[in-house]
């Protein structure tokens, strides 16, 4: 369900593969956590975006998928996103998860300074 295989080439947006995922969940009621919307590691966004250099450009695409880029847009983007993000569904509960610290209990909570 990430943003670089649903949408390979840009303005090609393709969710069959993540549509049939849902199915059976939705089927069934299960509750599903999606997935990260806002990706900062390169490594994780569609090749074409990171060839992007005009900011007017960047703001459109990170609109169209809430994504994020600070250094271009300030340090204000992630609440103009979130905020989007809310204003469109605001039922869904957002929240930062800072790499593997939700999935991976052993990894802590942040809280200590402990490895």
Do not use: C
């Amino acid at each position: 369900m990430k943003w670089y295989k649903n949408e390979v080439v840009r303005g090609q947006e393709d969710y069959t593969l993540a549509d049939s995922m849902m199915q059976p969940a939705e089927e069934n009621e299960i509750l599903v956590k999606g997935h990260t919307v806002l990706w900062n590691n390169q490594i994780w966004l569609p090749s074409w975006d990171q060839t992007i250099t005009d900011p007017e450009d960047l703001k459109n695409t990170t609109i169209n998928r809430i994504n994020y880029y600070e250094d271009m847009l300030g340090k204000n983007a992630p609440a103009m996103f979130y905020s989007l993000a809310s204003n469109i569904d605001p039922d869904v509960p957002l929240f930062v998860n800072e790499y593997n610290t939700v999935e991976f209990a052993g990894e802590g909570d942040g809280s200590s300074s402990s490895g």
